[in-house]
């Protein structure tokens, strides 16, 4: 996965993913709203073109509605851009990013302690 999506796209991204990796037109519309974001159906329907064309996205027609599925997941895209970050700023060293989260006390203890718990287990646990 080498496209880059605009935070615009991105925010659709999500409420297709927090929907269980499918959503029609009026509930992407309806989560929108929900956040307060007036953007236009124009707008909206090209970011949604934007990624079809970009490969995040599939559509199926239901009657005369478009549902959106996501083809990348939200796993997958999270794990790119991570070591896209992780190549740009930290020449590719996941220490280096862990480093600056702790010594800028980014990284509470709390999350230390419970990222300490996950590496002890062997990585098997997710939230």
């Known amino acids: 996965m080498t496209q880059q999506i605009s935070d615009s796209e991105l925010e659709l991204m999500k409420i297709i993913w927090g929907n269980g990796g499918t959503a029609l037109y009026a509930q992407i519309m309806e989560a929108l709203s929900k956040k307060g974001r007036t953007w236009q159906k124009n707008t909206i329907i090209t970011l949604l073109s934007r990624l079809v064309d970009k ?5 199926n027609k239901i009657g005369r509605r478009n549902q ?21 700023l930290y020449e590719g060293s996941a220490k280096g990013l862990v480093s600056t989260l702790i010594e800028k006390e980014l990284l509470s ?6 990222l300490k718990q996950f590496w002890e287990s062997g990585g098997s646990s997710h939230e």
């Open 55 to 59: 490969g995040f996205l599939k559509t």
């Open 68 to 88: 959106y599925t996501a083809i990348v997941s939200e796993s997958d895209y999270q794990t790119a851009q991570t070591q896209t970050l992780l190549d740009k």
């Open 109 to 114: 203890t709390e999350d230390y302690e419970e």
